[in-house]
């Protein structure tokens, strides 16, 4: 009996020794795994010379691990710490869709009323049977494009959120039927702050402090930046190797505004995994929180398929991991915030630098807290062979951006050895493995999923990818998109060089009139080559908001110069009808050529606002 006892003993005690030799073990891989992760980030940071950032990662209950890297500010050499306060830009977008869930769960509104009951005071032009609601502004189906860019470059030092609404408001024109096609626009946030100032008679920023934070423990988060706020504020940068710093900039979409701390902004996103509760303190219900994880109003929920947004959270697969959140940018700034609820992992990145590539981070902590999973190919599923075909983007989220994506190049699902291929000019075709009959999916090099859904939806056929809305057309009319803009070119470029040369040719034949010809066709075409200057620096410099938003030498000569290649293809085309008959029959042809596209391109760009457009409005 003693032998047994003794044995027994001697037994739980190598088990103690070896459960508390194991669990030392763990503690010091985890601990080392974490320095890789610390020193994987801070060598991005440095490759990237990013001056200042915050990393923190959490799960439901707490937060596990943190880490502050860099400068607030370069010329003072101020360390990023705790306290320290970052711009989350459009996250804010996130706490605004929870302040709209509240007023739908006491009543005080449905997320199905409809905004212009809300803002009777405030003109929508809606050509459309159906009316924007609540949640078409919460989940980008309203109809309605972006900002313009004037108002992303605008500023207002500390003015409160109704002095800006005053100065950007402007009549919004619905540019498609809402509750069908999500598109991107800062409209929704900017309506929706002033509808909760006429429902509760309480500011935005009040609001959100009142009902969200301060039930949170957030106490230090701020719509301003002030002398009494600066020490621990992160100031914005741009640039490679040379950083300039960013001067402080109040935004006029003020909702968007927000400056807070990594730390302090957890406790929100815990909020969130945690189904609306925080430390016993209910700030929304769990099927609130369910909802804003859904979407209701695309045309993919509406036949019961999975889309990549809800009520201001955005949902991606990585490696196969569903992530629910946001990211955020603004000049100087990127942020993001995403959890996963199979692992009960979350995380927060704030970085204080213009070019900075925040999803580079966003992976390492991805593959860090979760596995890799396989989507697998349902080989006994048959795609449906309607889908096959051209599709065209159907949406543009700027009136400026309709310029450039009614030329981007068309999609072509096609199928090739019982194997369906997306294929897209200048790209590698992609196999998509097959999901359903309507669903096609493929993981990127860098381990995003991305997913191709088709439904039918009034005779016509759509496809969805990510954000992008793609609508069926015909072979002919995918390859005119394509094949009229490069005619365009070659004829523009061909008549740069060839006109003056065969206009200096002439000796005896030139006279006036065909003088006018000449020179009214070489203005016109020299005017839009400097129209495409001004507009495509900007773009290719990534300095869009800043010299097209703003009164600059770009944005005012992208406008004139537009005005004047109108004028000047119009003068040559009246001048060519009227005395074209004394032209040589070759040099008759070429001017002929360069008035077709004059009539092509002043088309298609007063179709696409390009024509005398004054962006800095």
Same mark, same amino acid.
């Given at each position: ?17 070896? &459960? !508390? ?34 990393? $923190?990662?959490? +799960? ?12 607030? @500010?370069?010329?003072?050499? #101020? ?11 459009? $996250?804010?977008?996130?706490?605004? +869709? ?40 919460? @989940?980008?189906?309203?109809?309605? #494009? ?22 950007? &408001?402007? *009549? ?75 001067? &402080? %900039?109040?935004?006029?979409?003020? *909702? ?33 929180? @369910?909802?804003?994880?859904? /979407? ?22 990585? +490696? ?24 009960? $992992? ?26 890799? #999973?396989?989507? /697998? ?67 990127? %090099? ?45 004829? !523009? ?5 060839? $006109? ?9 034949? #030139? ?48 406008? !004139? ?15 060519? !009808? ?40």
């Amino acid at each position: 009996m003693r032998y047994v006892i003794r044995h027994k003993n001697e037994m739980r005690r190598k088990w103690y020794i070896f &459960y !508390f030799l194991t669990t030392i073990c763990s503690i010091c891989y985890g601990q080392h795994n974490l320095t890789d992760l610390n020193n994987e980030i801070d060598s991005i940071l440095i490759k990237q010379n990013v001056p200042g950032c915050q990393v $923190i990662v959490v +799960n439901s209950d707490s937060i596990i691990w943190s880490k502050n890297y860099g400068l607030t @500010e370069i010329e003072t050499k #101020r360390k990023v710490i705790d306290e320290t306060k970052f711009r989350i830009a459009s $996250i804010t977008k996130t706490i605004m +869709n929870v302040a709209v869930m509240q007023l739908n769960e006491t009543n005080q509104w449905s997320i199905h009323d409809q905004i212009q009951d809300i803002l009777p005071q405030y003109e929508i032009k809606n050509p459309y049977i159906k009316q924007i609601e609540l949640i078409h502004l919460l @989940e980008h189906t309203s109809g309605l #494009r972006d900002l313009s860019l004037g108002t992303f470059a605008g500023s207002c030092q500390n003015c409160s959120f109704q002095e800006a609404f005053k100065k950007i &408001y402007k *009549p919004i024109q619905v540019s498609w039927a809402p509750g069908e096609f999500m598109s991107y626009s800062n409209w929704g946030i900017v309506l929706m702050a002033q509808a909760i100032y006429q429902k509760t008679g309480i500011s935005y920023e009040e609001y959100i402090k009142d009902e969200v934070f301060l039930p949170l423990g957030i106490t230090n988060a701020s719509y301003f930046q002030n002398s009494d706020n600066q020490d621990d504020f992160a100031f914005g940068y741009k640039g490679s190797s040379q950083l300039v710093k960013l001067p &402080y %900039k109040h935004m006029l979409d003020i *909702p968007g505004s927000l400056n807070i701390s990594a730390i302090e902004l957890s406790y929100f996103l815990r909020m969130l995994m945690n189904k609306g509760n925080l430390n016993g303190n209910e700030i929304l219900s769990q099927e609130s929180i @369910e909802s804003m994880e859904k /979407t209701e109003t695309t045309l993919l929920s509406k036949y019961s398929l999975e889309d990549a947004h809800g009520k201001g959270i955005f949902k991606n697969r990585y +490696n196969g991991n569903l992530w629910l959140g946001h990211w955020g940018d603004f000049a100087g700034y990127h942020s993001s915030m995403y959890y996963n609820r199979e692992n009960d $992992i979350g995380y927060i990145i704030l970085l204080n630098k213009d070019e900075a590539n925040v999803y580079g981070i966003e992976k390492l902590i991805r593959n860090h807290f979760t596995q890799e #999973r396989d989507i /697998t190919s349902l080989d006994e599923i048959t795609f449906d062979q309607k889908y096959l075909g051209y599709y065209n983007i159907k949406t543009s989220r700027f009136n400026l951006a309709r310029f450039r994506d009614n030329l981007f190049p068309f999609i072509k699902i096609s199928k090739e050895n019982n194997i369906i291929q997306a294929k897209t000019i200048g790209q590698d075709e992609i196999e998509l493995n097959v999901q359903s009959d309507n669903i096609g999916h493929y993981r990127t %090099k860098s381990g995003y999923d991305r997913f191709y859904s088709f439904v039918t939806h009034k005779n016509k056929k759509h496809l969805k990818i990510g954000r992008d809305n793609y609508v069926q057309t015909s072979f002919i009319s995918a390859w005119l998109r394509v094949l009229i803009p490069v005619f365009v070119a070659l004829v !523009f470029l061909f008549g740069l060089f060839t $006109i003056p040369i065969s206009y200096l040719k002439l000796s005896k034949e #030139r006279t006036i009139k065909i003088n006018a010809i000449y020179l009214s066709t070489w203005l016109a075409i020299i005017s839009f080559c400097v129209m495409m200057f001004f507009l495509l620096k900007p773009v290719i410099q990534n300095q869009v908001v800043e010299l097209l938003g703003n009164k600059t030498l770009w944005s005012e000569g992208k406008y !004139f110069s537009s005005i004047l290649f109108s004028v000047f293809s119009l003068t040559s085309i009246l001048l060519m !009808f009227k005395n074209g008959k004394d032209l040589g029959r070759t040099i008759k042809l070429l001017i002929l050529l360069c008035i077709v596209s004059f009539l092509i391109v002043n088309t298609y760009l007063i179709m696409n606002n390009m024509i005398g457009i004054k962006t800095w409005q």
